[in-house]
């Protein structure tokens, strides 16, 4: 079985606890796209409501929660606070706290004066997801993908001789750089190169970083607050359609002006602060959730998983596991109505069913 990419230490963890073997390629090496900041919030996204996209990222965030306990040397802080962006914001976290989308005692509302100790500063009425955590993305690829082949994947074909394995990876001079039963395409914005037709686009994200004492908890406000193992990141810019990697100070800029309507007095303290940061591609799709499942009108055993937007290191770990149990024939833990929302094939579906 082979691989591509870096969400590809998911579901290289999750092919390997299913008893087959993994291997991974990388053409730019473990975490050279946007799985390469120096932290990360795992947290859900909440403008889902309490319909099935909702119980699909609650799903996914307990069990990346569940698994990254087992790695407990990257976890930089629990916890994390929402504050509202909408006015209709603080009544739909209530809603959302007293369901049982999550386990109980996992969300809490806290009072202004509550949120604020919490912060270090003034803060509106906000939402506490006790679970959440701030993890460090180098530490769980190490863990999940200890071993990369370092190559880029230029085209993948059905093998057609028989007795053959039933795919081929082959690299830019069309030389064969393995072959497998199966492979799941994992490989950010250039899934759509090694798989026709998916529907795939770009949004830039810049984050910024600088050293800082006592930095305060997560936070999320439109923007979002994390605390490094010796400072805060914070952004983080969202830019459609835009490729570039580069490092640019306009998107600092942006980033403490963002920072300064979630949190003033710590963006305050950081207007004069020495900035490092990082950009890269998140992989939207048109309908705001993953790719992740057979890949559409593919023969058997090709699979994709990416789509993740900006909650990756969220959804991963379980839609990993469905994919690994899809191309290994074993049970999925993603209960089927939730699979048929990340199921790739669905938007061919729908255009179907809009034409009959
Ligand atoms: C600024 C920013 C902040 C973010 N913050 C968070 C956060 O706090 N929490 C969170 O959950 N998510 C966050 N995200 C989103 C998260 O980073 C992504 O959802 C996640 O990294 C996607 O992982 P991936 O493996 O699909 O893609 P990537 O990490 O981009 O990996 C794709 C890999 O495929 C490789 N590749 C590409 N083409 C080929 C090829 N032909 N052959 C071989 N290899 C190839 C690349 O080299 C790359 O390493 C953030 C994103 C950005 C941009």
């Given at each position: 079985?082979?691989?591509?990419?870096?969400?590809?230490?998911?579901?290289?963890?999750?092919?390997?606890?299913?008893?087959?073997?993994?291997?991974?390629?990388?053409?730019?090496?473990?975490?050279?796209?946007?799985?390469?900041?120096?932290?990360?919030?795992?947290?859900?996204?909440?403008?889902?409501?309490?319909?099935?996209?909702?119980?699909?990222?609650?799903?996914?965030?307990?069990?990346?929660?569940?698994?990254?306990?087992?790695?407990?040397?990257?976890?930089?802080?629990?916890?994390?606070?929402?504050?509202?962006?909408?006015?209709?914001?603080?009544?739909?976290?209530?809603?959302?706290?007293?369901?049982?989308?999550?386990?109980?005692?996992?969300?809490?509302?806290?009072?202004?004066?509550?949120?604020?100790?919490?912060?270090?500063?003034?803060?509106?009425?906000?939402?506490?997801?006790?679970?959440?955590?701030?993890?460090?993305?180098?530490?769980?690829?190490?863990?999940?993908?200890?071993?990369?082949?370092?190559?880029?994947?230029?085209?993948?074909?059905?093998?057609?001789?028989?007795?053959?394995?039933?795919?081929?990876?082959?690299?830019?001079?069309?030389?064969?750089?393995?072959?497998?039963?199966?492979?799941?395409?994992?490989?950010?914005?250039?899934?759509?190169?090694?798989?026709?037709?998916?529907?795939?686009?770009?949004?830039?994200?810049?984050?910024?970083?600088?050293?800082?004492?006592?930095p305060p908890g997560a936070a999320a406000f439109g923007g979002y607050?994390?605390?490094?193992?010796?400072?805060?990141?914070?952004?983080?810019?969202?830019?459609?359609?835009?490729?570039?990697?580069?490092?640019?100070?306009?998107?600092?800029?942006?980033n403490l002006e963002t920072l300064a309507l979630g949190l003033p007095?710590?963006?305050?303290?950081?207007?004069?602060?020495?900035?490092?940061?990082?950009?890269?591609?998140?992989?939207?799709?048109?309908?705001?959730?993953?790719?992740?499942?057979?890949?559409?009108?593919?023969?058997?055993?090709?699979?994709?998983?990416?789509?993740?937007?900006?909650?990756?290191?969220?959804?991963?770990?379980?839609?990993?596991?469905?994919?690994?149990?899809?191309?290994?024939?074993?049970?999925?833990?993603?209960?089927?109505?939730?699979?048929?929302?990340?199921?790739?094939?669905?938007?061919?579906?729908?255009?179907?069913r809009r034409g009959s």
């Amino acid at each position: 079985m082979a691989w591509t990419s870096s969400c590809g230490a998911a579901a290289a963890r999750a092919v390997r606890a299913l008893g087959a073997e993994a291997v991974i390629f990388d053409g730019e090496g473990r975490g050279a796209g946007a799985s390469g900041n120096p932290v990360a919030l795992v947290a859900p996204r909440l403008d889902a409501g309490l319909a099935e996209p909702a119980q699909l990222f609650a799903q996914a965030f307990r069990r990346a929660v569940a698994l990254y306990a087992d790695l407990p040397q990257m976890i930089v802080a629990r916890g994390a606070l929402q504050f509202p962006v909408q006015p209709a914001d603080p009544g739909r976290f209530a809603k959302i706290a007293a369901s049982d989308l999550f386990e109980p005692g996992a969300l809490a509302m806290l009072s202004p004066s509550q949120a604020g100790r919490r912060m270090g500063e003034a803060a509106p009425e906000a939402l506490a997801f006790n679970d959440a955590l701030v993890i460090e993305p180098h530490r769980l690829l190490a863990a999940w993908a200890p071993e990369v082949r370092d190559a880029a994947v230029d085209a993948i074909e059905a093998a057609t001789e028989p007795g053959s394995e039933r795919w081929r990876l082959l690299d830019a001079a069309g030389g064969v750089l393995a072959t497998a039963d199966a492979v799941i395409v994992a490989a950010g914005l250039a899934s759509g190169e090694l798989i026709a037709g998916l529907p795939l686009s770009a949004v830039r994200g810049q984050a910024s970083w600088t050293a800082l004492a006592d930095p305060p908890g997560a936070a999320a406000f439109g923007g979002y607050a994390i605390p490094t193992r010796d400072g805060v990141l914070f952004g983080s810019t969202n830019d459609r359609d835009d490729t570039e990697s580069d490092l640019r100070a306009e998107d600092h800029r942006r980033n403490l002006e963002t920072l300064a309507l979630g949190l003033p007095r710590l963006a305050e303290r950081l207007a004069d602060a020495p900035l490092e940061g990082r950009a890269s591609i998140r992989v939207s799709t048109p309908d705001y959730l993953p790719l992740a499942g057979a890949a559409p009108g593919a023969p058997a055993g090709l699979f994709v998983l990416t789509g993740f937007g900006a909650r990756g290191f969220t959804l991963a770990p379980l839609l990993a596991e469905h994919v690994a149990a899809l191309a290994l024939q074993a049970p999925s833990p993603l209960p089927a109505p939730l699979a048929a929302f990340v199921d790739p094939a669905r938007f061919a579906r729908r255009a179907a069913r809009r034409g009959s």
